[in-house]
Structures are given as structure tokens and as C-alpha cells.
């Protein structure tokens, strides 16, 4: 079974396409369409924006991950903004560099945005946000923030959330390469690892 070091272990932020593209100013419903729907990408017909995405990051070294769809509304401009918090397993594409860390007077850390032609090509904005973790409570500290986050995915005026999802029943959370773990390969995994409860417990599920 392959295993995942936490220097393996990325964070990327992804967002639309700026105020010049004309999603940044579409409905809720039209940026969740732009962001998972089918879109034309050069040189390969019908792949979706994000899994567009999912084959260069994986072209590029990464072995798979989580994408967490996140939206907030600006009540100033009243436009809706969907992004996409993603954790990555494996190698860092060299067509996504790592962003700049800046440190405050109080010695606190912010990433800077970073940018990438190689987005904009997939649909997405130029900018991002990419972070290494360096120890394993990275790595939890990421997981527990975006898993937090998913829960609270949707932020807006409460009539329209509602008929929206009402309409669409989105998918917020949505894992590729291997993530993707089919119900046996877990069991292959816990069994690998001595976990014969936890193993037992999932062919009781799959062959219920």
C-alpha cells in the first residue's frame, strides 16, 4: 500500500476567473454549473473544469486528493464567489509553484497569492494560493479547517440558498485519483495494516 509522508501533502486554493469573465457576476446556479460542469479544454473534448484540473495535477506528480467546493457572498457588490479548497497527495507540478510566505510585526504567517497561465487555461482565475505541509499537525490542522468549511460551504441571502439547493443538491466535497478508494481496496488497506475490526466491520457494510 502506497504511503503518504506530510511533505507530500499540499493545500490549494483555486478561484473564478476575475470581474473581466462574466461568471464572477452570474447566479450561484451558473458558478457551480461553470465550476463542475462540462466545459470544451484544448486538446482534451469534454473533461470538466475541475477534472480538467485533476488530469494536469496528476500529469504533474500529484496522486490524488480532495477538492472542497466553498461559496461566499459579497452584499456590497451582490455577487456570489465559488472557490475551490483542494488537499494534494504526492508531488507538487512544476507548473504550480509553491506561494510566498509573509510574516507579520507579531511573527504570524499569510500566504501571498500566487499566479498561474496553466489555471487560466483550465477555466480558473490566474491566482492561487498553494502551501506545503511540513509536519503531520499541518496536516490535520488543513483536513479539520476544509472539513469545517464544507460544512459551512454556503454563505448568501437564505431564500436563494434554499431554492438552490433545493434544485441542485450540490456535491461540495469531491475526491479524485486515490482518494477515490473503492469499498474493497479499504478493507485491502485495513487488513495491510492489522486493522481486523475496522476491516470486518466494512464487508459487513458492503454485503449489507
Known amino acids: 500500500m502506497l504511503e503518504i509522508q506530510s511533505e507530500d501533502v ?10 473581466w469573465h462574466g461568471i ?8 457551480y454549473a461553470y465550476t463542475t460542469g462540462r466545459n470544451a479544454l484544448s486538446g482534451r473534448g469534454g473533461l470538466w473544469p475541475m477534472r480538467g484540473l485533476n488530469v494536469r495535477l496528476q500529469e504533474g506528480g500529484v496522486l490524488g486528493g480532495w477538492h472542497f467546493i466553498e461559496c ?3 452584499s456590497t ?3 456570489w464567489n465559488m472557490h475551490v479548497h483542494s488537499i494534494l ?6 507548473w504550480l509553484p509553491l506561494s510566498e510566505i509573509s510574516v507579520n510585526e507579531d511573527f504570524q504567517k499569510s500566504l501571498n497569492s500566487s499566479k498561474s497561465l496553466e489555471l487560466r487555461k483550465l477555466g480558473y482565475g490566474e491566482r492561487y494560493t498553494l502551501d506545503r505541509c511540513q509536519d503531520t499537525g499541518e496536516v490535520v490542522g488543513y483536513c479539520v479547517a476544509l472539513a469545517y468549511s464544507s460544512k459551512q460551504a ?4 437564505a431564500n436563494r ?3 438552490f439547493l433545493r434544485s441542485v443538491k450540490p456535491r461540495m466535497v469531491r475526491p479524485f485519483g486515490i482518494a477515490r478508494m473503492s469499498m474493497q481496496d479499504r478493507i485491502n488497506w485495513h487488513l495491510e495494516q492489522d486493522n481486523g ?12
Open 89 to 94: 497527495l504526492g508531488d507538487r507540478p512544476d
Open 10 to 19: 499540499y493545500a490549494l486554493t483555486v478561484t473564478l476567473p476575475g470581474y
Open 197 to 208: 475490526d475496522i476491516a470486518d466491520m466494512l464487508l459487513s457494510k458492503a454485503q449489507s
Open 154 to 157: 454556503l454563505k448568501g441571502p
Open 161 to 163: 440558498l434554499q431554492a
Open 77 to 79: 457588490t451582490h455577487c
Open 24 to 31: 464572477r457576476k452570474s447566479s450561484i446556479w451558473a458558478q
Open 72 to 74: 461566499t457572498y459579497n
